[in-house]
């Protein structure tokens, strides 16, 4: 490593202790919670079992069958042709339901009447929900709502969870500095995570030292050791996922894995494909 590099480490570790006493912003209720409990999130609602990915039901079955005091949801939002938010993954509806197209090109009409399907390629009854149909299913309940907004549309989709007073349930996940910003300015209460690869990245999060209280850093499983001890002694809070969908086969890691991501990187979020076996086996972690 470059000694310009470690010396631009060594002065942010001062700055950023300075920020950490001196920061007067009110930390969000999910930033408080971490501080004592690990929370486990479940990839499109999680794969333990056989329901649709960003399905109702799938979320139903993971909120009722994890054992972590804190369960949460990763979805997926994208605009439809007529401007509603809907929960999908990829851009097109042609994986998971049994029909065809870009969303941002198809009409409610069209979308309403598709049916998605489940791990197998199976239709089933479900239908693709609207993202005001998990606001609502979820409202007050304790659910966290990891939010991954795909395209420009952060905005609306923060205007939708303040009317229904959820800001204090939801991580926003961004990617980039314009898209962390974005939701800042748009969002006073909801938990703000942006992805933490380089120096220049932790260089772009400590200029919104204001907001740090309710930052999170999104790392990689291949981050440099360097950069996650000033991480860890910034003191932000640190969330990775452990992907098994990358994995073959498409089943758990062993128990050891998950305790060992979270003992060395200090991990306080963990996304999972497998959310109830992780929960069940973190329990008091």
């Known amino acids: 490593m470059k000694r310009p590099f470690i010396l631009f480490f060594n002065l942010l570790i001062c700055v950023l202790s300075t920020v950490a006493q001196t920061d007067t ?3 969000s209720l999910l930033s408080e919670r971490l501080k004592s409990q690990v929370l486990v999130i479940g990839h499109r609602g999680g794969f333990d079992s056989n329901y649709p990915e960003n399905s109702l039901a799938l979320f139903d ?3 009722n069958n994890g054992t972590n005091p804190m369960i949460g949801l990763e979805i997926d939002i994208r605009k439809s042709a007529t401007g509603s938010l809907y929960l999908m993954h990829d851009p097109t509806v042609n994986r998971t339901t049994n029909g065809t197209g870009d969303i941002t090109q198809l009409q409610d009409t069209y979308l309403n009447g598709l049916q998605l399907k489940d791990s197998k390629g199976q239709s089933t009854g479900q239908k693709i929900p609207l993202f005001s149909d998990l606001l609502k299913r979820y409202q007050n309940k304790p659910v966290v709502l990891m939010l991954d907004i795909k395209g420009p549309i952060i905005e609306e989709v923060l205007h939708l ?4 007073e959820m800001e204090e349930q939801c991580l926003i996940l961004t990617f980039t500095p314009e898209n962390t910003q974005t939701a800042l300015k748009h969002s006073k209460n909801a938990m703000i ?7 220049k990245d932790f260089q772009a999060l400590a200029a919104y030292n204001e907001h740090f209280t309710r930052m999170a850093a999104y790392i990689r499983k291949d981050i440099d050791p360097q950069l996650l001890k000033v991480l860890i002694e910034s003191k932000i809070t640190i969330l990775t996922d452990v992907l098994e969908i990358d994995k073959q086969p498409f089943i758990p890691h062993e128990v050891t894995f998950y305790q060992d991501v979270l003992r060395k990187n200090k991990v306080a979020i963990l996304v999972t494909d497998f959310p ?3 929960s069940k086996h973190l329990q008091g972690q």
């Open 25 to 27: 912003t009110t930390p």
């Open 161 to 164: 969870v303040q009317q229904y």
């Open 276 to 278: 109830q076996f992780v």
């Open 61 to 63: 079955f993971t909120t």
């Open 193 to 199: 995570s942006t992805l933490i690869t380089s120096e």
